[in-house]
């Protein structure tokens, strides 16, 4: 998360054009949440960046927590009146009471915490009966064209591209999480796209704002840092998609994320 903290690290870019999550996702939260008796006072959004999930929070909860270890990013959060944003590490979460917390969300972000510390904190300001909920969602697929899905996985992944410019922890999220002990109570782990269940990172955006998309990758920062001379290498491969594809920059394509969504309750 080291790169996301950084003063020069863009937020506004961030905010405008970082993906959100679908309806559905926090149906998923607040209907496990009520099947374990939860009330519906306050949330945290640990990780908030710029305020996301909390902004969407704010709609259901009378008060909501905005956490993140980056004052750059808040800069850039959504306000709302019933949100308090609060620079902090996951591993400090000091700026809340104990038991103070009905639900606590994690979006994108649990993988670059140090698991044991985190859940420690998360156990302590979790009311009884509280709920955790995280989401982690890989690499972008374009559902009508496969050999851009490539692309894109290739320049994420790649070495001899943005693969080694990643901050630690990327390695935990491309594998959904699995290796996290999540030592909550009645943990469901559910993955995304499902056979049965609806997608809750679906999109359809414009090859121009797609491409601003990648843009906020923290290993396109950390690559551009590290090679100041070479050419831009976002701009290299979605040219390289569009001239493939016959697509311009004001064309919609429609893409989703694979992801995870764990929950769990504070027995």
């Given at each position: 998360?080291?790169?996301f903290?950084?003063?020069?690290?863009?937020?506004?870019?961030?905010?405008?054009?970082?993906?959100?999550?679908?309806?559905?996702?926090?149906?998923?939260?607040?209907?496990?949440?009520?099947?374990?008796?939860?009330?519906?006072?306050?949330?945290?959004?640990?990780?908030?960046?710029?305020?996301?999930?909390?902004?969407?929070?704010?709609?259901?909860?009378?008060?909501?927590?905005?956490?993140?270890?980056?004052?750059?990013?808040?800069?850039?959060?959504?306000?709302?009146?019933?949100?308090?944003?609060?620079?902090?590490?996951?591993?400090?979460?000091?700026?809340?009471?104990?038991?103070?917390?009905?639900?606590?969300?994690?979006?994108?972000?649990?993988?670059?915490?140090?698991?044991p510390?985190?859940?420690?904190?998360?156990?302590?300001?979790?009311?009884?009966?509280?709920?955790?909920?995280?989401?982690?969602?890989?690499?972008?697929?374009?559902?009508?064209?496969?050999?851009?899905?490539?692309?894109?996985?290739d320049?994420?992944?790649?070495?001899?591209?943005?693969?080694?410019?990643?901050?630690?922890?990327?390695?935990?999220?491309?594998?959904?999480?699995?290796?996290?002990?999540?030592?909550?109570?009645?943990?469901?782990?559910?993955?995304?796209?499902?056979?049965?269940?609806?997608?809750?990172?679906?999109?359809?955006?414009?090859?121009?704002?797609?491409?601003?998309?990648?843009?906020?990758?923290?290993?396109?920062?950390?690559?551009?840092?590290?090679?100041?001379?070479?050419?831009?290498?976002v701009?290299?491969?979605?040219?390289?998609?569009?001239?493939?594809?016959?697509?311009?920059?004001?064309?919609?394509?429609?893409?989703?994320?694979?992801?995870?969504?764990?929950?769990g309750?504070?027995?």
């Amino acid at each position: 998360m080291a790169t996301f903290s950084s003063k020069t690290f863009n937020s506004a870019l961030y905010q405008s054009f970082r993906p959100g999550y679908n309806a559905d996702f926090f149906k998923m939260i607040y209907n496990y949440h009520a099947k374990h008796n939860g009330k519906f006072d306050t949330a945290a959004d640990v990780g908030t960046g710029t305020g996301q999930v909390a902004s969407v929070l704010a709609e259901k909860f009378a008060k909501v927590h905005g956490i993140d270890p980056s004052a750059k990013m808040l800069e850039a959060a959504v306000q709302k009146p019933n949100i308090s944003y609060h620079v902090a590490n996951g591993e400090n979460l000091s700026v809340l009471p104990s038991a103070s917390v009905d639900v606590l969300t994690v979006a994108q972000a649990l993988h670059w915490f140090d698991h044991p510390r985190f859940f420690s904190e998360v156990k302590r300001v979790l009311k009884p009966s509280g709920t955790f909920a995280a989401v982690g969602y890989s690499f972008v697929i374009f559902k009508d064209y496969p050999r851009a899905g490539k692309r894109i996985l290739d320049l994420g992944d790649q070495p001899d591209q943005l693969g080694t410019c990643w901050d630690h922890g990327r390695l935990i999220l491309d594998n959904m999480y699995k290796s996290i002990d999540v030592p909550m109570g009645s943990v469901e782990r559910h993955y995304f796209p499902h056979e049965t269940l609806p997608e809750i990172m679906s999109d359809k955006v414009t090859m121009g704002h797609f491409r601003n998309y990648i843009k906020t990758w923290s290993s396109y920062k950390n690559y551009s840092q590290k090679y100041p001379d070479r050419p831009d290498i976002v701009d290299l491969t979605i040219d390289a998609i569009m001239e493939e594809e016959q697509l311009k920059d004001e064309d919609e394509v429609a893409i989703s994320w694979p992801c995870v969504v764990i929950l769990g309750t504070n027995a």
